[in-house]
């Protein structure tokens, strides 16, 4: 009977890591959207990041060791490049382990859109996908139609 409890256990174990693992995978890059409140009490590195003027910086929250937040920081970074009105910085906690903590950061990467303000618009767990989350974004930023609209006059 003990070698028949140990089956039953190890079948039972494979099966919640099974579970585990299909769970974390769907939640990848997922964009979720917060409750619009007023910022209460931003850890002073993420207030720090912010950069006046602009409608929307990404805030990527990185540790050294984290493989995806390269990935991540390609993707945001190239996003923010081609996108008026979107900043990213990438925030390392390896050595801040409170940052991550007081924002509620469970893994990295994560990436917060936050207003100049500081009020937070978004989260994205893992690697997010651009054209989602410049989609989600939209709203807060300036429209491309009227950046262009200028006549140039003769």
Known sequence: MTGSTGLWVLAGTLVAGLVVGVLLHRR??????????????????????????????????????????RHTRAVLSHLAERTEGLTHVDLDVTDRPHVARDLGVLRTPTTLALTSSGRELLRVSGVPKAQELLTALEPHLVPRVERGSHSQGG
Request: glycine share 8%; net charge negative.
């Open 28 to 69: 990848n890059g997922r964009i979720r959207t917060t409750t619009p409140e007023a910022p209460s009490g931003l850890p002073e590195p993420v207030v720090e990041a912010l950069v006046p003027g602009t409608a929307v910086t990404l805030v990527q929250i990185s540790t050294t060791f984290c493989a995806p937040c």
